[in-house]
């Protein structure tokens, strides 16, 4: 990946939305993330019901996990790197059409394998989603790149919420083939992208005549590259404690304090809500006060509620997990961000990248935890993850980099 600014720029929405955000286009392309990554957020949610229909382990959690964040993390900055030459539009319409399978595939399954298939294909259809879709909210921003950014993910935040909401209240009563019947909402969410995706596409034609550019920076490419590099730190930092919560936080709860599966579920939905209300608060804060200032207090902040967490009641313990989910998740749309200031012109590479890396942390991190847990216990998992956070302590080195 080249580090210069000398490739064919991403003309800035600004230029061709003068009067501000295309509000329409962004709630639209919120929603579709919403629904996107509810879908998504499903397969986490049934794992109680895979382990005991299947008899699996910590270990072969984790890999179910592995198979879907890993599948989206590899494809993701390819499909972005490809999407920057060969403009698609309508990419986010296909993507669905994996997703759609997936879930209709693990709806069916009958032994492990078949679930590690259909969780690859999940991640197929994220990859192919967020790289473009990124893109567009970005040239719907109308220069308000922290807002637009937190909008849009704000609203993947929000259906990773619901889907655990939706397995407490649907599959677990109706049981693992009710998950076929959320292919009905992959196919509502083809009809919403295909709006996006035209409007996206009379946009470039549009603005194809302009000549602005992008914003530019006079930061060498020594220092672009590890900027780059402490990003994804910050990164590999956020995602790996945030697979801890999201995938074992239903197990640790359940074994710390002997609650119900779904006493369990509304812990999770807590927090999965409160990452989706930071993460909306984290992009226009960075547009405020510089993205800088808030990827530090985001992830250096949260230590002190990482470390009490393992030792807390189940009372304070929501308290805890609603605080993390807050602090913690302020900090990836002004990631995104700074990651496309850096690189300027190549929104499509950067957001696929840093898009794939926080699935690929997320992966591994479910895994390599998983089995951590198998040798030792969840509560000790929670108490080895409390310290990822002062990894954020490299923000120090970070630019800033000032708007034009």
């Known amino acids: 990946m080249s580090l210069s600014a000398q490739t064919t720029p991403e003309k800035p929405a600004a230029a061709a939305n003068p009067t501000g955000p295309a509000y329409g286009i962004l709630f639209g392309a919120a929603f579709a993330h919403l629904l996107n990554d509810m879908m998504q957020a ?42 920057d030459k060969y403009p698609a539009p309508r990419s986010v319409v296909t993507s669905m059409a994996f ?33 473009e879709a990124a893109r567009i909210a970005r040239s719907a921003s109308g220069g308000k790149y922290g807002f637009a950014q937190s909008l ?25 083939a009710s998950l076929g019947w959320f292919a009905g909402v992959a196919l509502a969410n083809m009809a919403i992208l295909a ?30 590259g590890l900027s780059l590099a402490i990003l994804t730190l910050l990164l590999f930092s956020k995602n790996f ?40 608060a984290g992009g226009p804060l960075g547009d405020r006060f510089g993205r800088k200032i808030v990827i530090w207090i985001s992830i250096v902040g949260v230590f002190p509620f990482t470390a009490a967490l393992p030792y807390a009641s189940l ?4 308290v805890l997990v609603i605080a993390i989910g807050l602090i913690l998740a302020s900090a990836f749309s002004a990631i995104v961000v700074l990651g496309q200031e850096l690189v300027p012109g190549r929104v499509g590479l950067v957001s696929g990248l840093l898009y794939g890396l926080s ?7 479910a895994a390599v935890l998983g089995e951590i847990a198998d040798l030792t216990s969840i509560g000790f998992v929670y108490k080895l993850c409390s310290f990822l956070p002062l990894i954020g302590l490299l923000t120090i080195f970070l630019p800033k980099i000032r708007r034009a």
């Open 42 to 83: 499903l397969l986490p949610a049934v794992y109680p019901l895979l382990k005991q229909s299947y008899n699996l382990d910590f270990g072969q959690i984790g890999l179910i996990t592995f198979c879907f964040q890993m599948t989206a993390s590899v494809l993701q900055p390819a499909v972005g790197a490809l999407t």
């Open 99 to 131: 997703t759609c399978a997936g879930l209709i595939l693990i709806s069916l399954a009958s032994s492990f394998e078949v679930i590690l298939a259909a969780a690859a294909l999940i991640g197929v259809g994220s990859a192919i989603f967020h790289p």
């Open 152 to 176: 849009f993910q704000v609203g993947g935040n929000a259906g990773q919420a619901l889907g655990p909401l939706m397995a407490a209240l649907i599959i677990l009563g109706a049981g693992q």
């Open 195 to 224: 709006a996006i995706s035209k409007w996206y596409a009379d946009h470039r034609k549009a603005r194809m005549g302009a000549s602005t550019k992008p914003l530019q920076h006079n930061l060498t490419r020594l220092r672009v």
């Open 241 to 280: 404690y945030m697979a801890g919560m999201s995938s074992y936080l239903q197990f640790y709860l359940m074994e710390t304090f002997q609650v119900s599966v779904a006493t369990a579920q509304m812990y999770l939905f807590a927090f999965l809500g409160a990452v989706a209300v930071g993460t909306f």
């Open 315 to 318: 009372e304070i313990t929501l």
């Open 359 to 365: 699935f690929g942390f997320g992966g591994i991190g």
